[in-house]
T-cell receptor, first 114, second 110 residues
Framework: DAGVTQSPTHLIKTRGQQVTLRCSPI?????VSWYQQVLGQGPQFIFQYYEKEERGRGNFPDRFSARQFPNYSSELNVNALLLGDSALYLC?????????????FGPGTRLTVL | GQNIDQPTEMTATEGAIVQINCTYQTSGFNGLFWYQQHAGEAPTFLSYNVLDGLEEKGRFSSFLSRSKGYSYLLLKELQMKDSASYLCAVRDNAGNMLTFGGGTRLMVKP
């Protein structure tokens, strides 16, 4: 079975632009979570979605938004990009997002903001 | 809130045993995870503890003490390929989010 897939792999944007990152979960998984990982640090939670509903939100500004589609894939949108948004954006999928579920991570999208 | 602490860097010798510690202070707890992350790659799941005690999985073991807010990851028979960052993460009560420590970068030397 395929693991979590993300696209694109790399992305370069300039300040003020907008970006959309995409994620497809493991087949059968209904929950997707997004994390931001700045170089040298651990991942930071941004959002979790389950069955198209937002179930959790981390401490990120409103410039960050996400949605989940009926096929459980997800998009993360970031508006008005800042230099500090440069990071590895990780998507993780799990069966239901709660209980004893394990989150499995995709390869990430490396975003560079110039 | 959640606070997760782990050492920044550790060095060990090939074939040896290394223990990576993690302490946490959390407002809620629903399990502790260890992930391995090679440079430039995604974290890969290693282990999960929700009850006190030791979980063993091949060369890797993980221990949890909820009363002490403490966990460790034990790696035996170290191999060069074990050089990576090891991330400790705590899940909140609702199961919605993982809070990660900063990661421990392990360097295995010949």
């Amino acid at each position: 079975d395929a693991g979590v897939t993300q696209s694109p792999t790399h992305l370069i944007k300039t300040r003020g632009q907008q970006v959309t990152l995409r994620c497809s979960p493991i087949s059968g998984h209904k929950s997707v979570s997004w994390y931001q990982q700045v170089l040298g640090q651990g991942p930071q939670f941004i959002f979790q979605y389950y069955e198209k509903e937002e179930r959790g939100r981390g401490n990120f500004p409103d410039r960050f938004s996400a949605r989940q589609f009926p096929n459980y894939s997800s998009e993360l949108n970031v508006n008005a990009l800042l230099l500090g948004d440069s990071a590895l954006y990780l998507c993780a999928s799990s069966q239901s997002g709660g209980g004893t579920d394990t989150q499995y991570f995709g390869p990430g999208t490396r975003l560079t903001v110039l | 809130g959640q606070n997760i602490d782990q050492p920044t860097e550790m060095t060990a010798t090939e074939g040896a045993i290394v223990q990576i510690n993690c302490t946490y202070q959390t407002s809620g707890f629903n399990g502790l995870f260890w992930y391995q992350q090679h440079a430039g790659e995604a974290p890969t799941f290693l282990s999960y503890n929700v009850l006190d005690g030791l979980e063993e999985k091949g060369r890797f073991s993980s221990f949890l003490s909820r009363s002490k807010g403490y966990s460790y990851l034990l790696l035996k028979e170290l191999q060069m390929k074990d050089s990576a960052s090891y991330l400790c993460a705590v899940r909140d009560n609702a199961g919605n989010m993982l809070t990660f420590g900063g990661g421990t970068r392990l360097m295995v030397k010949p």
